[in-house]
Protein backbone atom coordinates (compact mmCIF):
# COMPACT_ATOMS: atom_id res chain seq x y z
CA UNK A 1 0.00 0.00 0.00
CA UNK A 2 1.62 3.47 -1.06
CA UNK A 3 2.36 5.70 1.61
CA UNK A 4 1.90 9.68 1.69
CA UNK A 5 3.58 12.44 3.14
CA UNK A 6 2.89 15.59 3.85
CA UNK A 7 5.42 18.13 2.16
CA UNK A 8 4.67 22.39 2.97
CA UNK A 9 5.24 24.28 -0.28
CA UNK A 10 6.99 27.79 0.13
CA UNK A 11 6.07 29.04 -3.11
CA UNK A 12 2.10 29.14 -2.22
CA UNK A 13 2.34 28.71 1.45
CA UNK A 14 -0.19 25.01 0.97
CA UNK A 15 0.34 21.63 2.59
CA UNK A 16 -0.17 18.61 0.45
CA UNK A 17 0.17 14.80 0.30
CA UNK A 18 2.43 13.53 -1.49
CA UNK A 19 3.63 9.82 -2.30
CA UNK A 20 6.94 8.86 0.05
CA UNK A 21 9.56 8.80 -2.27
CA UNK A 22 8.30 10.92 -5.12
CA UNK A 23 11.00 13.59 -6.70
CA UNK A 24 10.68 17.21 -6.67
CA UNK A 25 10.02 16.82 -10.20
CA UNK A 26 7.24 14.74 -9.99
CA UNK A 27 5.91 16.99 -6.78
CA UNK A 28 6.14 20.20 -8.81
CA UNK A 29 3.63 18.49 -11.03
CA UNK A 30 1.53 17.97 -8.35
CA UNK A 31 1.19 21.34 -7.25
CA UNK A 32 -1.92 24.05 -7.50
CA UNK A 33 0.39 26.34 -8.84
CA UNK A 34 2.92 27.92 -12.03
CA UNK A 35 6.13 30.07 -11.95
CA UNK A 36 7.04 32.58 -14.18
CA UNK A 37 9.70 30.26 -15.73
CA UNK A 38 10.29 26.20 -14.72
CA UNK A 39 12.00 25.37 -11.76
CA UNK A 40 15.24 24.53 -12.02
CA UNK A 41 15.86 23.28 -8.43
CA UNK A 42 14.57 23.87 -4.89
CA UNK A 43 15.41 24.68 -1.20
CA UNK A 44 14.57 21.54 0.75
CA UNK A 45 14.33 22.30 4.49
CA UNK A 46 16.64 25.33 3.11
CA UNK A 47 19.35 23.04 1.51
CA UNK A 48 19.56 23.32 -2.25
CA UNK A 49 18.62 19.92 -4.13
CA UNK A 50 18.13 18.77 -7.13
CA UNK A 51 14.79 18.13 -8.76
CA UNK A 52 16.27 14.44 -8.58
CA UNK A 53 15.54 14.61 -4.92
CA UNK A 54 14.15 12.29 -3.68
CA UNK A 55 11.33 12.79 -0.35
CA UNK A 56 10.74 10.60 1.93
CA UNK A 57 10.10 12.38 5.51
CA UNK A 58 7.72 15.45 5.84
CA UNK A 59 9.85 18.74 4.22
CA UNK A 60 9.58 22.36 3.45
CA UNK A 61 10.09 22.90 -0.45
CA UNK A 62 10.64 26.21 -1.90
CA UNK A 63 11.13 25.83 -6.06
CA UNK A 64 13.57 27.92 -7.85
CA UNK A 65 13.54 28.68 -10.90
CA UNK A 66 16.42 30.65 -13.35
CA UNK A 67 15.89 33.99 -12.02
CA UNK A 68 17.31 32.77 -8.71
CA UNK A 69 20.91 32.45 -8.27
CA UNK A 70 21.01 28.87 -6.90
CA UNK A 71 18.60 28.10 -10.69
CA UNK A 72 21.37 29.73 -12.91
CA UNK A 73 23.76 28.20 -11.01
CA UNK A 74 22.02 24.59 -11.85
CA UNK A 75 21.22 25.91 -15.46
CA UNK A 76 25.01 26.92 -15.36
CA UNK A 77 26.43 23.42 -14.92
CA UNK A 78 23.88 21.74 -16.58
CA UNK A 79 25.21 23.47 -19.74
CA UNK A 80 29.05 22.55 -18.82
CA UNK A 81 27.61 18.97 -18.58
CA UNK A 82 26.24 19.28 -22.35
CA UNK A 83 29.06 20.72 -23.65
CA UNK A 84 31.64 18.76 -22.26
CA UNK A 85 29.55 15.74 -23.72
CA UNK A 86 29.20 17.28 -26.95
CA UNK A 87 33.27 18.01 -27.29
CA UNK A 88 33.91 14.07 -26.28
CA UNK A 89 31.69 13.04 -28.69
CA UNK A 90 33.18 15.54 -31.42
CA UNK A 91 37.26 14.83 -30.56
CA UNK A 92 37.51 11.81 -27.92
CA UNK A 93 40.75 12.75 -26.90
CA UNK A 94 40.44 16.28 -26.42
CA UNK A 95 40.71 18.41 -23.25
CA UNK A 96 38.12 20.93 -22.14
CA UNK A 97 38.61 23.08 -19.19
CA UNK A 98 35.59 25.49 -17.83
CA UNK A 99 37.45 28.98 -16.88
CA UNK A 100 37.00 32.73 -16.72
CA UNK A 101 34.05 34.35 -15.98
CA UNK A 102 34.09 37.38 -18.56
CA UNK A 103 31.87 38.70 -20.75
CA UNK A 104 28.92 37.66 -19.35
CA UNK A 105 30.14 34.25 -20.23
CA UNK A 106 32.69 31.56 -19.01
CA UNK A 107 35.87 31.13 -21.19
CA UNK A 108 36.40 27.65 -22.11
CA UNK A 109 39.56 26.33 -23.14
CA UNK A 110 39.32 23.16 -25.69
CA UNK A 111 42.94 22.18 -26.32
CA UNK A 112 43.08 19.94 -29.21
CA UNK A 113 46.32 19.83 -30.13
CA UNK A 114 46.44 22.82 -32.42
CA UNK A 115 44.40 26.19 -32.93
CA UNK A 116 40.69 26.26 -32.36
CA UNK A 117 39.22 27.45 -35.87
CA UNK A 118 35.71 29.45 -36.33
CA UNK A 119 34.39 25.67 -38.05
CA UNK A 120 35.25 23.75 -34.55
CA UNK A 121 33.02 26.20 -32.50
CA UNK A 122 30.09 26.02 -34.99
CA UNK A 123 30.78 22.33 -35.09
CA UNK A 124 30.34 22.33 -31.32
CA UNK A 125 27.56 24.72 -31.13
CA UNK A 126 25.10 22.55 -33.58
CA UNK A 127 26.43 18.88 -31.77
CA UNK A 128 25.64 20.89 -28.16
CA UNK A 129 22.17 22.16 -29.40
CA UNK A 130 21.43 18.47 -30.76
CA UNK A 131 21.90 16.89 -27.35
CA UNK A 132 19.50 19.52 -26.70
CA UNK A 133 16.67 18.89 -29.03
CA UNK A 134 17.21 15.18 -28.68
CA UNK A 135 16.18 15.56 -24.88
CA UNK A 136 18.39 13.09 -23.24
CA UNK A 137 17.63 12.67 -19.25
CA UNK A 138 20.50 13.89 -16.95
CA UNK A 139 20.70 10.79 -14.26
CA UNK A 140 22.64 11.36 -10.87
CA UNK A 141 24.54 8.03 -9.32
CA UNK A 142 25.23 7.66 -5.69
CA UNK A 143 28.56 5.14 -6.05
CA UNK A 144 31.62 4.17 -3.75
CA UNK A 145 34.92 6.63 -4.44
CA UNK A 146 36.70 3.93 -5.47
CA UNK A 147 34.38 3.12 -8.65
CA UNK A 148 33.60 6.48 -9.36
CA UNK A 149 37.94 7.09 -8.96
CA UNK A 150 37.60 3.98 -12.11
CA UNK A 151 35.27 5.67 -14.12
CA UNK A 152 37.31 9.01 -14.33
CA UNK A 153 40.53 7.06 -14.56
CA UNK A 154 38.71 5.31 -17.89
CA UNK A 155 38.16 8.69 -19.50
CA UNK A 156 40.93 10.64 -18.73
CA UNK A 157 39.58 13.49 -16.56
CA UNK A 158 43.04 13.60 -14.60
CA UNK A 159 41.52 16.55 -12.44
CA UNK A 160 38.60 14.52 -11.33
CA UNK A 161 40.93 11.91 -10.23
CA UNK A 162 43.09 13.74 -8.79
CA UNK A 163 40.43 15.86 -6.29
CA UNK A 164 38.54 13.08 -5.20
CA UNK A 165 41.70 11.00 -3.76
CA UNK A 166 42.67 14.10 -1.77
CA UNK A 167 38.85 14.23 -0.07
CA UNK A 168 38.91 10.98 1.53
CA UNK A 169 35.23 10.06 1.08
CA UNK A 170 34.30 6.64 1.12
CA UNK A 171 30.95 7.58 -1.22
CA UNK A 172 30.48 10.09 -3.93
CA UNK A 173 27.73 11.59 -6.28
CA UNK A 174 28.35 11.59 -10.25
CA UNK A 175 26.53 12.82 -13.39
CA UNK A 176 25.69 10.17 -16.34
CA UNK A 177 24.58 11.63 -19.90
CA UNK A 178 24.05 9.32 -22.50
CA UNK A 179 26.86 7.13 -21.67
CA UNK A 180 29.06 10.28 -20.56
CA UNK A 181 29.96 10.44 -16.98
CA UNK A 182 31.26 13.88 -15.10
CA UNK A 183 31.65 15.32 -11.78
CA UNK A 184 29.68 18.32 -10.37
CA UNK A 185 30.16 19.66 -7.12
CA UNK A 186 26.15 21.06 -7.34
CA UNK A 187 22.52 19.77 -8.83
CA UNK A 188 22.04 19.62 -12.39
CA UNK A 189 18.88 19.71 -14.77
CA UNK A 190 16.86 16.54 -15.12
CA UNK A 191 16.97 16.71 -18.59
CA UNK A 192 19.18 18.17 -21.54
CA UNK A 193 15.39 19.86 -23.06
CA UNK A 194 15.38 22.38 -20.47
CA UNK A 195 18.12 24.09 -21.50
CA UNK A 196 16.36 26.20 -23.99
CA UNK A 197 19.05 28.76 -24.54
CA UNK A 198 23.03 29.22 -25.10
CA UNK A 199 25.25 30.92 -26.93
CA UNK A 200 28.96 29.66 -28.14
CA UNK A 201 31.59 32.29 -29.84
CA UNK A 202 34.90 32.19 -30.82
CA UNK A 203 36.90 34.12 -28.46
CA UNK A 204 40.67 34.78 -28.10
CA UNK A 205 41.93 31.16 -28.71
CA UNK A 206 39.18 29.89 -27.17
CA UNK A 207 36.17 30.01 -26.77
CA UNK A 208 32.81 31.91 -25.14
CA UNK A 209 30.06 30.00 -23.64
CA UNK A 210 27.33 32.42 -23.17
CA UNK A 211 23.99 32.10 -20.59
CA UNK A 212 20.69 33.82 -20.45
CA UNK A 213 20.44 36.83 -18.63
CA UNK A 214 18.86 36.22 -14.78
CA UNK A 215 17.39 39.21 -14.97
CA UNK A 216 15.58 38.59 -18.89
CA UNK A 217 16.59 34.81 -19.12
CA UNK A 218 14.64 34.79 -22.66
CA UNK A 219 17.64 36.90 -23.52
CA UNK A 220 21.21 35.74 -23.60
CA UNK A 221 23.78 37.96 -21.40
CA UNK A 222 24.74 41.68 -22.52
CA UNK A 223 28.02 40.57 -24.88
CA UNK A 224 30.93 43.06 -22.98
CA UNK A 225 34.19 43.39 -24.03
CA UNK A 226 36.77 42.60 -21.31
CA UNK A 227 39.87 42.48 -22.53
CA UNK A 228 41.49 43.90 -19.09
CA UNK A 229 39.86 41.65 -17.55
CA UNK A 230 40.49 38.64 -19.86
CA UNK A 231 44.47 39.56 -19.49
CA UNK A 232 44.23 39.50 -15.49
CA UNK A 233 42.95 35.98 -15.54
CA UNK A 234 45.50 34.72 -18.10
CA UNK A 235 48.07 36.54 -15.95
CA UNK A 236 47.26 34.99 -13.17
CA UNK A 237 47.29 31.66 -15.26
CA UNK A 238 51.22 32.05 -15.61
CA UNK A 239 51.74 32.72 -11.80
CA UNK A 240 49.48 29.20 -11.70
CA UNK A 241 51.64 27.42 -14.23
CA UNK A 242 54.79 28.78 -12.09
CA UNK A 243 53.05 26.75 -8.95
CA UNK A 244 51.70 23.84 -10.01
CA UNK A 245 48.53 25.02 -9.11
CA UNK A 246 45.40 25.12 -11.57
CA UNK A 247 42.91 23.26 -9.12
CA UNK A 248 41.92 22.04 -5.55
CA UNK A 249 43.05 18.72 -6.19
CA UNK A 250 46.36 20.47 -6.69
CA UNK A 251 46.44 22.49 -3.66
CA UNK A 252 45.36 19.61 -1.19
CA UNK A 253 47.89 17.70 -2.86
CA UNK A 254 50.81 20.62 -2.07
CA UNK A 255 49.40 20.85 1.60
CA UNK A 256 49.54 17.13 1.74
CA UNK A 257 53.07 16.76 1.09
CA UNK A 258 54.20 20.19 3.14
CA UNK A 259 54.85 22.45 0.51
CA UNK A 260 52.11 25.43 1.98
CA UNK A 261 55.13 27.76 2.53
CA UNK A 262 57.17 27.94 -0.46
CA UNK A 263 53.38 28.18 -2.03
CA UNK A 264 52.66 31.55 0.45
CA UNK A 265 56.36 32.83 0.00
CA UNK A 266 55.60 33.07 -4.31
CA UNK A 267 52.23 33.76 -3.90
CA UNK A 268 53.02 36.66 -1.83
CA UNK A 269 55.94 37.65 -3.87
CA UNK A 270 54.27 37.71 -6.91
CA UNK A 271 51.21 40.40 -5.72
CA UNK A 272 54.43 42.77 -4.18
CA UNK A 273 55.87 42.57 -7.51
CA UNK A 274 52.41 43.24 -9.19
CA UNK A 275 51.84 45.99 -6.88
CA UNK A 276 55.30 47.65 -7.26
CA UNK A 277 55.12 47.22 -11.53
CA UNK A 278 51.84 49.69 -10.85
CA UNK A 279 53.62 51.76 -8.80
CA UNK A 280 56.72 52.28 -11.66
CA UNK A 281 53.47 52.84 -14.07
CA UNK A 282 52.29 55.70 -11.65
CA UNK A 283 55.33 57.06 -11.79
CA UNK A 284 56.60 56.81 -15.16
CA UNK A 285 53.23 58.52 -16.10
CA UNK A 286 54.03 62.50 -15.34
CA UNK A 287 51.84 64.58 -14.41
CA UNK A 288 49.78 62.27 -11.96
CA UNK A 289 48.79 63.79 -8.74
CA UNK A 290 45.68 61.53 -8.03
CA UNK A 291 45.59 57.99 -7.78
CA UNK A 292 42.00 56.14 -7.43
CA UNK A 293 41.27 52.76 -6.54
CA UNK A 294 38.31 51.14 -6.92
CA UNK A 295 37.08 47.20 -6.55
CA UNK A 296 33.64 45.43 -5.57
CA UNK A 297 33.36 44.42 -1.33
CA UNK A 298 35.59 42.58 0.54
CA UNK A 299 38.04 42.97 -2.45
CA UNK A 300 41.01 43.82 -0.77
CA UNK A 301 40.93 47.70 -1.84
CA UNK A 302 42.41 49.07 1.56
CA UNK A 303 45.22 46.67 1.60
CA UNK A 304 46.12 47.34 -1.62
CA UNK A 305 46.05 51.02 -1.13
CA UNK A 306 48.43 50.89 1.73
CA UNK A 307 50.95 48.28 0.05
CA UNK A 308 50.89 50.60 -3.26
CA UNK A 309 51.15 53.59 -0.93
CA UNK A 310 54.66 51.98 0.10
CA UNK A 311 55.52 51.02 -3.30
CA UNK A 312 55.14 54.88 -4.21
CA UNK A 313 57.55 56.23 -1.42
CA UNK A 314 60.07 53.63 -2.09
CA UNK A 315 60.07 55.68 -5.72
CA UNK A 316 60.31 58.77 -4.34
CA UNK A 317 56.69 60.37 -4.02
CA UNK A 318 54.92 60.81 -0.93
CA UNK A 319 51.04 59.40 -0.91
CA UNK A 320 48.58 61.46 0.82
CA UNK A 321 45.22 59.66 1.01
CA UNK A 322 41.68 61.05 1.37
CA UNK A 323 38.59 59.38 2.37
CA UNK A 324 35.50 59.36 0.48
CA UNK A 325 33.27 58.49 3.20
CA UNK A 326 34.33 61.82 4.41
CA UNK A 327 32.22 63.43 1.53
CA UNK A 328 29.51 61.45 2.10
CA UNK A 329 25.95 64.19 1.69
CA UNK A 330 23.98 64.53 5.25
CA UNK A 331 21.39 61.84 5.67
CA UNK A 332 18.51 63.06 5.01
CA UNK A 333 19.75 64.28 1.58
CA UNK A 334 21.26 60.32 1.29
CA UNK A 335 19.19 58.72 -1.85
CA UNK A 336 16.90 55.81 -0.73
CA UNK A 337 16.25 52.97 -2.65
CA UNK A 338 13.43 51.12 -3.89
CA UNK A 339 12.74 49.64 -0.17
CA UNK A 340 13.08 52.85 0.85
CA UNK A 341 16.02 52.38 3.24
CA UNK A 342 19.00 54.68 2.64
CA UNK A 343 21.21 53.94 0.10
CA UNK A 344 24.99 54.64 0.73
CA UNK A 345 26.15 52.57 -1.99
CA UNK A 346 24.60 55.42 -4.65
CA UNK A 347 27.47 57.97 -6.10
CA UNK A 348 24.98 60.67 -5.04
CA UNK A 349 25.29 59.70 -1.24
CA UNK A 350 28.64 61.76 -2.00
CA UNK A 351 28.76 65.51 -2.04
CA UNK A 352 30.70 64.82 -5.69
CA UNK A 353 30.35 69.55 -5.91
CA UNK A 354 32.39 69.46 -2.68
CA UNK A 355 34.90 66.75 -3.72
CA UNK A 356 35.85 68.14 -7.02
CA UNK A 357 35.68 71.49 -5.92
CA UNK A 358 38.34 70.41 -3.10
CA UNK A 359 40.56 67.94 -5.91
CA UNK A 360 40.94 70.97 -7.88
CA UNK A 361 42.14 73.22 -5.57
CA UNK A 362 44.46 70.90 -4.12
CA UNK A 363 46.10 70.29 -7.80
CA UNK A 364 46.03 74.02 -8.46
CA UNK A 365 48.15 73.89 -5.07
CA UNK A 366 45.95 75.44 -2.88
CA UNK A 367 44.98 74.71 0.72
CA UNK A 368 41.80 73.06 1.43
CA UNK A 369 39.98 71.91 5.14
CA UNK A 370 38.75 68.50 4.70
CA UNK A 371 35.43 67.40 5.77
CA UNK A 372 34.80 64.54 8.32
CA UNK A 373 31.08 62.62 8.40
CA UNK A 374 29.76 61.80 11.63
CA UNK A 375 27.86 58.55 10.98
CA UNK A 376 26.52 58.54 14.46
CA UNK A 377 24.73 61.56 13.95
CA UNK A 378 24.69 61.49 10.01
CA UNK A 379 26.56 64.81 9.31
CA UNK A 380 28.92 66.05 7.67
CA UNK A 381 31.14 68.65 9.06
CA UNK A 382 34.39 70.29 8.38
CA UNK A 383 37.05 68.39 10.35
CA UNK A 384 39.92 70.98 11.12
CA UNK A 385 42.42 68.56 9.10
CA UNK A 386 44.11 71.16 6.70
CA UNK A 387 45.87 69.84 3.16
CA UNK A 388 48.17 71.37 0.78
CA UNK A 389 49.35 68.64 -2.09
CA UNK A 390 53.11 70.12 -2.79
CA UNK A 391 54.93 69.17 -5.97
CA UNK A 392 56.39 65.29 -4.51
CA UNK A 393 53.15 64.17 -3.46
CA UNK A 394 50.23 62.56 -5.21
CA UNK A 395 46.52 61.78 -3.65
CA UNK A 396 45.41 58.12 -3.11
CA UNK A 397 41.94 57.78 -2.71
CA UNK A 398 39.93 54.25 -2.54
CA UNK A 399 36.38 53.59 -3.23
CA UNK A 400 33.33 51.61 -4.86
CA UNK A 401 33.31 54.67 -7.35
CA UNK A 402 36.43 55.32 -8.06
CA UNK A 403 36.41 55.12 -11.38
CA UNK A 404 32.91 56.49 -11.89
CA UNK A 405 33.43 59.04 -14.50
CA UNK A 406 30.82 61.57 -12.40
CA UNK A 407 33.12 60.76 -9.35
CA UNK A 408 35.89 62.76 -10.97
CA UNK A 409 33.63 65.16 -14.08
CA UNK A 410 35.25 68.27 -13.26
CA UNK A 411 39.33 67.00 -12.32
CA UNK A 412 41.90 67.07 -15.45
CA UNK A 413 41.48 63.49 -16.44
CA UNK A 414 45.40 63.33 -17.73
CA UNK A 415 46.35 63.66 -13.70
CA UNK A 416 44.41 60.59 -13.01
CA UNK A 417 45.41 57.27 -12.80
CA UNK A 418 43.29 54.54 -11.89
CA UNK A 419 43.79 51.36 -10.24
CA UNK A 420 41.14 48.39 -10.31
CA UNK A 421 41.94 45.67 -7.80
CA UNK A 422 39.46 42.43 -7.20
CA UNK A 423 39.55 38.84 -5.86
CA UNK A 424 39.44 36.95 -8.98
CA UNK A 425 39.27 33.47 -8.27
CA UNK A 426 41.41 31.68 -10.55
CA UNK A 427 41.54 28.41 -8.78
CA UNK A 428 39.07 25.55 -10.27
CA UNK A 429 37.34 22.50 -7.86
CA UNK A 430 38.55 20.76 -11.48
CA UNK A 431 38.22 21.24 -15.05
CA UNK A 432 35.03 21.46 -15.27
CA UNK A 433 34.08 23.29 -11.88
CA UNK A 434 34.75 26.41 -11.52
CA UNK A 435 34.90 28.57 -8.32
CA UNK A 436 32.33 31.87 -8.26
CA UNK A 437 34.51 35.21 -7.53
CA UNK A 438 31.72 36.10 -5.37
CA UNK A 439 32.48 33.50 -3.08
CA UNK A 440 35.67 34.43 -2.56
CA UNK A 441 34.99 37.79 -1.47
CA UNK A 442 31.54 36.76 0.65
CA UNK A 443 33.61 34.15 2.63
CA UNK A 444 36.14 37.43 3.29
CA UNK A 445 33.42 39.32 4.14
CA UNK A 446 31.80 37.27 6.27
CA UNK A 447 34.83 36.79 8.19
CA UNK A 448 35.81 40.34 8.38
CA UNK A 449 32.12 42.04 9.37
CA UNK A 450 32.16 39.62 12.50
CA UNK A 451 35.64 40.29 13.37
CA UNK A 452 35.57 43.98 13.33
CA UNK A 453 31.76 44.81 13.01
CA UNK A 454 30.08 42.78 14.91
CA UNK A 455 27.71 41.56 12.45
CA UNK A 456 26.81 37.58 12.05
CA UNK A 457 27.68 35.41 8.91
CA UNK A 458 23.62 34.92 8.51
CA UNK A 459 23.37 38.89 8.35
CA UNK A 460 26.43 39.50 6.02
CA UNK A 461 24.76 36.49 3.81
CA UNK A 462 21.50 38.15 4.18
CA UNK A 463 22.74 41.44 2.97
CA UNK A 464 25.11 39.99 0.51
CA UNK A 465 22.52 40.05 -2.91
CA UNK A 466 22.05 43.59 -1.88
CA UNK A 467 25.85 44.31 -2.12
CA UNK A 468 26.13 42.65 -5.26
CA UNK A 469 23.11 44.66 -7.00
CA UNK A 470 25.23 47.42 -6.15
CA UNK A 471 28.53 46.55 -7.72
CA UNK A 472 26.76 45.92 -11.00
CA UNK A 473 25.43 49.20 -11.23
CA UNK A 474 28.04 51.23 -9.91
CA UNK A 475 31.16 49.54 -10.40
CA UNK A 476 31.21 46.63 -13.33
CA UNK A 477 30.60 48.83 -15.82
CA UNK A 478 33.20 51.07 -15.11
CA UNK A 479 36.13 48.68 -14.58
CA UNK A 480 37.56 48.40 -17.98
CA UNK A 481 38.43 51.84 -17.96
CA UNK A 482 41.45 51.27 -14.86
CA UNK A 483 44.65 52.07 -16.45
CA UNK A 484 45.66 49.03 -13.94
CA UNK A 485 43.87 45.83 -12.70
CA UNK A 486 45.37 44.13 -9.61
CA UNK A 487 43.88 40.27 -8.90
CA UNK A 488 43.93 40.37 -4.75
CA UNK A 489 43.01 36.57 -4.63
CA UNK A 490 45.46 34.15 -3.36
CA UNK A 491 46.06 30.82 -5.14
CA UNK A 492 45.98 29.54 -1.68
CA UNK A 493 43.60 31.96 0.82
CA UNK A 494 40.43 29.37 0.51
CA UNK A 495 42.31 27.35 2.52
CA UNK A 496 43.61 29.83 5.19
CA UNK A 497 40.29 31.27 5.65
CA UNK A 498 38.37 28.12 5.72
CA UNK A 499 39.57 28.04 9.95
CA UNK A 500 37.82 31.25 10.83
CA UNK A 501 34.92 30.88 8.05
CA UNK A 502 33.61 27.88 8.70
CA UNK A 503 32.64 28.17 12.45
CA UNK A 504 30.75 31.16 11.66
CA UNK A 505 29.10 29.62 9.19
CA UNK A 506 27.51 26.57 11.02
CA UNK A 507 26.16 29.03 13.75
CA UNK A 508 23.41 30.02 10.95
CA UNK A 509 20.66 28.73 11.84
CA UNK A 510 18.72 25.82 10.11
CA UNK A 511 15.15 27.65 9.75
CA UNK A 512 16.48 31.08 8.29
CA UNK A 513 16.71 32.01 4.60
CA UNK A 514 20.30 31.93 5.27
CA UNK A 515 21.08 28.76 5.99
CA UNK A 516 21.11 27.57 1.90
CA UNK A 517 23.58 29.75 0.89
CA UNK A 518 25.70 29.27 4.48
CA UNK A 519 25.55 25.22 4.02
CA UNK A 520 26.48 25.49 -0.12
CA UNK A 521 29.74 27.53 1.52
CA UNK A 522 30.17 24.89 4.48
CA UNK A 523 29.84 22.19 1.60
CA UNK A 524 32.38 23.61 -0.81
CA UNK A 525 34.98 24.46 1.85
CA UNK A 526 34.95 20.51 3.14
CA UNK A 527 36.66 20.33 -0.21
CA UNK A 528 39.90 21.94 0.87
CA UNK A 529 42.44 21.24 3.35
CA UNK A 530 42.89 23.66 5.95
CA UNK A 531 46.15 25.92 5.94
CA UNK A 532 46.97 27.48 9.68
CA UNK A 533 47.07 31.23 9.80
CA UNK A 534 50.36 31.99 11.43
CA UNK A 535 51.80 30.82 8.04
CA UNK A 536 50.40 33.93 6.65
CA UNK A 537 52.58 36.90 7.05
CA UNK A 538 51.98 40.48 8.46
CA UNK A 539 51.51 42.71 5.58
CA UNK A 540 50.05 40.13 3.64
CA UNK A 541 46.44 41.20 1.80
CA UNK A 542 44.51 38.23 3.61
CA UNK A 543 45.37 39.82 7.17
CA UNK A 544 43.07 42.65 6.42
CA UNK A 545 39.98 40.26 6.69
CA UNK A 546 42.03 37.66 9.42
CA UNK A 547 43.60 40.45 11.38
CA UNK A 548 47.19 40.55 12.56
CA UNK A 549 47.85 42.73 9.70
CA UNK A 550 51.06 44.71 10.27
CA UNK A 551 48.98 48.00 8.73
CA UNK A 552 46.54 50.55 10.42
CA UNK A 553 43.03 49.90 9.49
Known sequence: MEQNITIRCKNNGQEMDVAMGSTLEEIFQQLPMTLPYPPIVAHVNNKEE???????????????????????????????????????????????????????????????????TLDDVGLLRRRMQDIIDTGLPIHRHETTT??????????????????????????????????????????????????????????????????????????????????RMFGIFKEHHRWQGILGMRTIGDLNEAIAAGRTNLLIQVGEALQEKKIAQIADDILRR???????????????????????????????????????????????????????????????ALNLPLFNEQLNALLRGEEVELPRYDFPTGRSTMSGRRLRLHDDEVLVIEGIHALNPELTAQVPQESIFRVYASALTTLL??????????????????????????????????????VLKGEERWIYPYQERADQMFNTAMLFELAVIKGQAEPLLEQVPENSAEYSEAYRLLKFLRYIRPITETQIPPTSLLREFLGGSSFEY
Open 286 to 348: RGTRLVLIAGPSSSGKTTTCKRLSVQLLVGGVKPIGISLDDYFVDRDKTPRDASGDYDFEHLH
Open 146 to 227: EEALRLFRENGSASKVKLLQSLGSLYTTYYSLDGYVDYYYGALLTNTSQLYLFGLEKYYDGMLLRLPSRQHPQELGELLMQD
Open 429 to 466: VDNHNYIPTADNRLLRRIIRDHKYRGVSAQESIRRWPS
Open 50 to 116: GMHFRVYKQKDIEFLDITTAAGLRAYTRSLFFVLCKAAHDLWKDCCVTIDIPVSNGYYVDLQLGRPV
